[in-house]
Nanobody, 117 residues
Framework: QVQLVESGGGLVQPGGSLRLSCAPSRSISSNYAMGWYRQAPGKQRELVAR???????NYADSVKGRFTISRDNAKNTVYLQMNSLRSEDTAVYYCNFHNIYNAYDYWGQGTQVTVSS
């Protein structure tokens, strides 16, 4: 019954910034790893960034130094701060909550990020 609701996507110029947010529609526990994935037309979905329940992070090489993932456990919210955006960052971005005990995945509906001048 829980849905992940994403916001923050849109059109931005190269070099610009966006912040994506994702939160569940109903209260859930904090026992989730959280992540952001993206998929461009004709390409496979790829992991962009993830953050563990303890706060450890990792990133795709293509976004290291430009994107920052963070979480607010009190709000059950995950964020993706995207800076220095490039045209190749254009994709639909999906958030993911992965339950660390039963491996159940929640997925957001996707939000379009378009980087273009």
């Amino acid at each position: 019954q829980v849905q992940l609701v994403e916001s923050g996507g849109g059109l931005v110029q190269p070099g610009g910034s966006l912040r994506l947010s994702c939160a569940p529609s109903r209260s859930i526990s904090s026992n989730y790893a959280m992540g952001w994935y993206r998929q461009a037309p004709g390409k496979q979905r790829e992991l962009v960034a993830r953050i563990s329940s303890g706060g450890s992070t990792n990133y795709a090489d293509s976004v290291k130094g430009r994107f920052t993932i963070s979480r607010d456990n009190a709000k059950n919210t995950v964020y993706l701060q995207m800076n220095s955006l490039r045209s190749e960052d254009t994709a639909v971005y999906y958030c993911n909550f992965h339950n660390i005990y039963n491996a159940y995945d929640y997925w957001g509906q996707g939000t379009q990020v378009t980087v273009s001048s």
